[in-house]
């Protein structure tokens, strides 16, 4: 379990993600949409069945990723 402070903003991919990219994949598609990935903010990414999703953040001096996979349903 992530226990934030309020103060975290959380982005939510729009499109579904190839989640086979790795920390520079994914912090480039960030870029790409004009936002720091160095702000402590959590960046989430949905894969395209909707099962499986990674999370983005960088914690004092290094990306931390977040994977989750669902056995049954979708995000």
Do not use: C, N
């Amino acid at each position: 379990m992530l226990t934030l402070p309020p103060s975290v903003r959380i982005y939510l991919s729009a499109e579904s993600v190839d989640l086979r990219k790795s920390i520079d994949g994914l912090s480039a598609l960030v870029r790409t949409q004009s936002h720091d990935v160095y702000s402590g903010a959590l960046y989430v990414f949905r894969g395209r069945r909707a099962d499986r999703v990674k999370i983005l953040v960088w914690d004092r001096g290094g990306f931390v990723v977040y994977y989750k996979r669902l056995e049954q349903g979708r995000f």
